[in-house]
């Protein structure tokens, strides 16, 4: 064990020396962002909260008894909300007692990361991920995996490697799809594929291994394709979900995991206690009551997806009329582009000196790349894209 | 280590046995909650919310920027609020950084646990304690270290026993005041001479011992005290404060950590990292928007401490004519009873069957006592009083 340095668990100190690219960059985005012309870099509203959002909470703000504002778990009326979302847009028929609500996708990972997985586990997670997997899968206690996904194979999970990842100590692995940052939507031939590599393995290791399904991008699905859930291929699912992308209100969190009836019921009654009790432990991460009881409303409530296509059709036609090397999403706010100069960092400052802020590939395993978040106004685009159009024209510096 | 059950962890496992109790209890209450006369068993609210509450949280559901709903970590307007607030309640003089703002003092507590402690390490809680000391340790890999405090020493922190319990593992010793359950203010003689042990303890291990202040019910003050905080008897104590007991609404969380000027500015800077880092990884615990901005405005409401004050006089009046041992709290919402019985779960058993509710000692290491939440309205009161009146005549049952 190394050194404690001063006051801080050696756990979190270690952590946060990983994320050091990751804090460098947010500890300069504030104050750039305030001059930017276009804001690339997160996947955060850039334009008026939607229509609605607003008044759902002030109606739901106004008290209707004693009990509005006391402790609440997952409520009833949320927990129909998403039984019944789940059963029209899936097919899916979850108990209500396997619905638990979170504050977003954020603690619905991170409490089913805890509630499963300990010090000795391993869990596994597809490279590029998003930037906290790591380091949750580490605040659990277990030992993050890697296994790259490779662009020739056009981002599709790499199964035998998958399986060749697998040993007796793996508890879980987690699949992000449609996939921030490649955009990347799994197809079902892929994800059965994947379902079958976990059920032989779960078989040999004497134990199921939990597919953990990050579905937070699961309606901002592009070209009118039909999500696939990685869910309806292997029956050791766990569905996380956040309506935080579907209404870009990062700042109002809710969510929810489900577990699917597919789960054997001895297991789903286990995980029912673990869930309640880790929620608790964790700091009482359930949502503020007020985003409960709206979510049956807010449900049905979408930025505009039509306009974020177009969005994402700009930005792609743009950059490669410009000369860029990018992909383009099947779903999620991102795209993903290649750097032109080898040095990456040194582009992406060359872009902000000329106020295009954009996400180093750096914080997700990429240092050869960028991220567009499409969250961008069109003013945003405009303004933009001559600067790309001009830089990608400069000599590569170092 | 134990054989693993089904999917869970370990840990989450374990702990979820030790608060059986707690769980099979309030397992019980929902249902019981909805027909009861009276209900004492949680800091709940029991009257409607207090006026201005919602309007203020609905003032600043209208969104005034694009960024109104965008991700936010401690904003700036929340951070001036609280550093006003300890200025003019405390004379304590923290900087805007090192003020974290959290949902509540439970993600307070998760995370100042997870920031200061590991696996390896010790931290001391006196009992009886608030329910989720113990456990919250233990999800941070830290051994809870029990110590007792007496009833005879007026509940006071049995100062010698803390010495006595203190390793070169200790990080951390936990201070509730006043305390939940036994609603005691410890004086300032009492917090100097724990200030003076914690010194030469942390002198003597070769670190500093934090004393995490639990300072949830320090606005809950009756008889007109001034408020003593522990932090002003010991430099390396740590502020942990909710605005759910003064405004009685705990299902819109919000709170603080703050880091008095005491600690010296290199382990302040180190814990500034820390807690981002550690908000971030157990699952973004900040408070949700709105009620960041409303914290300047909420920070002067209050529930009403007169009538609280009048209802805890009633009750204490009530239960000692009847017959009852009981303890007169200096704050808090609690009034800490003897059972009647030698057998305290028959004795709240045989209330419940008369829809009288109260907390069992044994949630909370008292199996001989029972807890009387005075956040129960004054018809709570009045109905209940006389059954308790009648339930201390017959005779004990097993």
Chains 1, 2 share one sequence.
């Not at 056009?154 to 697998?166: E, N």
């Not at 799809?177 to 990347?184: A, D, V």
């Not at 306009?307 to 700009?314: A, C, E, M």
């Not at 997700?364 to 567009?372: A, G, Q, T, V």
């Amino acid at each position: 064990m190394t050194e404690r340095n001063g006051p801080i668990s050696r756990l979190i100190d270690e952590i946060t020396r990983e994320h050091a690219t990751f804090l460098n960059f947010f500890g300069k985005y504030d104050e750039r962002g305030a001059t930017a012309i276009a804001d690339f870099v997160a996947g955060n509203p850039q334009e008026m909260p939607i229509p609605g959002f607003a008044e759902t909470l002030i109606k739901w703000t106004k008290p209707t008894s004693k009990d509005h504002f006391a402790y609440k778990q997952s409520i009833p009326e949320a927990r129909r909300a998403v039984q019944a979302s789940l059963a029209k847009l899936r097919g899916l028929k979850v108990d209500l007692d396997d619905i638990f609500m979170t504050g977003g996708a954020f603690q619905a990972l991170s409490v089913t990361l805890r509630a499963l997985a300990e010090t000795g586990d391993e869990v596994i997670y597809l490279s590029p991920p998003w930037f906290f997997y790591r380091g949750m899968i580490r605040m659990s206690g277990a030992t993050p995996v890697r296994v790259p996904v490779d662009a020739a194979q056009g981002w599709d999970i790499p199964v035998d490697k998958v399986d060749a990842a697998i040993t007796a100590r793996t508890r879980a692995i987690i699949v992000n799809s449609p996939c921030n940052p490649t955009g990347r939507m799994y197809p079902r031939e892929n994800l059965d594929r994947l379902g079958d590599v976990l059920r032989k393995a779960s078989k040999r290791v004497g134990h199921p291994i939990f597919l953990i399904s990050d579905e937070a991008y699961s309606r901002i699905m592009f070209d009118g394709v039909h999500y696939e859930s990685p869910v309806d291929s292997y029956a050791y699912s766990i569905v996380v979900y956040t309506y935080g992308k579907q209404l870009l209100t990062p700042g109002e969190r809710v969510g929810y995991v489900a577990l699917p009836p597919s789960i054997p019921i001895a297991e789903r009654e286990a995980l029912r206690n673990a869930y309640a009790m880790t929620q608790v432990l964790m700091g009482w991460l359930w949502p503020n009551t007020i985003l409960q009881y709206a979510v049956a409303e807010l449900e049905g409530m979408s930025i505009d997806i039509a306009h974020l296509q177009q969005k994402r059709d700009r930005v792609v036609k743009g950059m490669r009329d410009a000369g860029y090397r990018l992909n383009v999403p099947d779903g999620t706010f991102y795209v993903l582009v290649d750097s032109p100069w080898a040095d990456a960092d040194a582009f992406i400052e060359h872009l902000a000196s000329q106020r295009v802020l954009v996400l180093p590939g750096a914080t997700f395993e990429m240092p050869k790349h960028f991220r567009l978040s499409i969250t961008a106004s069109d003013a945003m685009i405009d303004a933009a894209l001559p600067v790309f159009a001009a830089a990608i024209k400069e000599p590569a510096r170092v």
